[in-house]
């Protein structure tokens, strides 16, 4: 059983930067692969960042590769997307998710175990 809240989210202007985080509850934190979705106003939800449970490996969608950086603190329960360069195409609702199988939060995400309610980011221009 693991809930998960985000926070962090905000207004930022474009070039600026935001850490959202993630906070997680239950004591099997340290074996879910954690990730980050988002949504922008009119599209379907995408693939940001994941994790592995260990932290050893990441992943990052092409968009926001080398801008953004998501880490974990499993002694905090705690996963973080830290957004750097922010864009204005970077504005969406940024959703925390977990599952034990890496493989399903990367390539299923809709089969996810489970799902924070999102942080809105905006960027301005």
């Known amino acids: 059983q693991v809930q998960l809240v985000e926070s962090g989210g905000g207004l930022v202007q474009a070039g600026g930067s935001l850490r959202l985080s993630c906070a997680a509850s239950?004591?099997?934190?340290?074996?879910?692969?954690m990730g980050w979705f988002r949504q922008a106003p009119g599209k379907e939800r995408e693939f940001v960042a994941a994790?592995?449970?260990?932290?050893?490996?990441?992943y990052y969608a092409d968009s926001v590769k080398g801008r953004f950086t998501i880490s974990r603190d499993n002694a905090k329960n705690t996963v973080y997307l830290q957004m750097n360069s922010l864009k204005p195409e970077d504005t969406a609702v940024y959703y925390c998710?977990?599952?034990?199988?890496?493989?399903?939060?990367?390539?299923?995400?809709?089969?996810?175990?489970?799902w924070g309610q999102g942080t809105q980011v905006t960027v301005s221009s």
């Open positions: 994790i592995s449970w260990s932290g050893g490996s990441s």
């Open positions: 998710a977990a599952d034990p199988s890496l493989v399903v939060l990367t390539t299923k995400p809709s089969r996810a175990g489970y």
């Open positions: 239950g004591r099997t934190f340290s074996n879910y692969a």
